[in-house]
């Protein structure tokens, strides 16, 4: 879905240079993130995408600074964020709101829903009518009724629930959200309202995005880029039309052939792959998908592919791709 007329590309809001989170483990290290760059621009949505474990998550709550990053830079519309301690971190937060992946737990079930939407204004210095008129007109965008304000969250459905942890990530006008499988707990009927209604607040809100999801379909109807991690990597990244057109990863193909098709009576390769996950405490030297992929050669197993630009905006970390 192409949505380019509502992106500006001369407004990066987030910049991701050589980002790296490390986590000690006896005498080795445990490398959750290890050297990933790209960037988001103003209405934009990128998908991150990838098996569990591979650092999908690590990857947003680190952009948002919710513990502390071991190298790299996190530059958040123009200004390096990545060493700031919480006070000084302070003034970036309002503009930068997180939808958790399940709505039960995004909300504390003894506190009424509208308590939980005003105290998030009133951290920020919002005054009650300000806090009440925007909760009003957000309740409006997610198409549910006020009522639902004196209601406790035991008593509303995951979809309910998950359409007021988005209003409740607006309510300080974010220029940036992390959405972190915000769909994936949720029945697949109340998945695609969910999915409609975040693509009706970007065309409305101009939003900007980082949407991180294990379902390919999910990413493909949603984003304007998609990056697929491995093992705390991006192995490869292009915008949506490009890289389901042209898959170059061979991780990435074995991901979209796990894709249902449509139509039962067509034919579709199903790319099984073998071999064990490599420890992240422990890689291998070379290529990290060496151990599974169908294509691996001696100097896979040697060397550790770079992720190179192959034309069209298409970034892939592999030495044997296109041929």
């Known amino acids: ?31 959750a993130l290890d050297g990933v760059t790209f960037d988001v621009c103003e209405g934009e949505i990128i998908g991150i995408v990838g098996e569990s474990g591979c650092g999908k998550s690590t990857l947003g709550r680190s952009i948002l600074r919710l513990f502390p990053v071991t190298e790299g830079k996190i530059i958040f519309d123009g200004t390096d964020i990545s060493k700031m301690n ?54 409006e965008y997610i198409r549910l009724p006020e009522d639902m304000l004196q209601r406790s969250p035991g008593e509303l ?26 769909v994936s707990a949720l029945d697949v009927s109340v998945q695609a309202q969910i999915l409609n209604l975040i693509t009706d607040l970007r065309r409305e809100l101009k939003m900007t995005m980082l949407f991180i999801s ?44 796990a894709i249902p098709k449509a139509d039962p009576e067509e034919k579709k390769e199903r790319i099984i792959l073998e071999g064990d996950i ?29 992720l190179k630009t192959v034309g069209s905006g298409h970034q892939v970390a592999c030495h044997h791709a296109g041929e």
């Open 214 to 257: 294990h379902e390919m379909t999910v990413v493909e109807h949603l984003c304007d880029q998609v990056a697929v991690m491995y093992l705390g990597k991006i192995v490869e990244m292009a915008p949506t039309q490009e890289l389901f057109a042209n898959i170059l990863h061979p991780y990435t193909q074995a991901l979209m052939s």
């Open 157 to 182: 459905s995951g979809g309910q629930l998950q359409r007021l942890a988005i209003a409740r990530a607006l309510i300080l006008n974010p220029s940036f959200i992390v959405a972190d499988e915000p």
């Open 86 to 139: 919480r006070r000084q971190l302070k003034p970036y937060r309002r503009n930068m709101q997180m939808i958790f992946q399940n709505p039960y737990s995004s909300f504390n079930p003894k506190q009424k829903i509208g308590s939980a939407l005003a105290e998030v204004g009133k951290v920020y210095g919002m005054s009650d009518q300000e806090i009440r008129e925007k909760i009003s007109r957000l309740l």
């Open 1 to 31: 879905m192409n949505h380019e007329n509502l992106i500006n590309r001369d407004h990066k809001i987030i910049e991701v240079r050589n980002l790296k989170k490390y986590y000690p483990s006896g005498k080795k290290t445990l490398k």
């Open 278 to 306: 490599p420890n992240a405490i422990d890689l291998p030297k070379g290529c990290s998908f060496a151990s599974r992929c169908r294509y691996c050669t001696a100097e896979c197993k040697e060397r550790e592919p770079e």
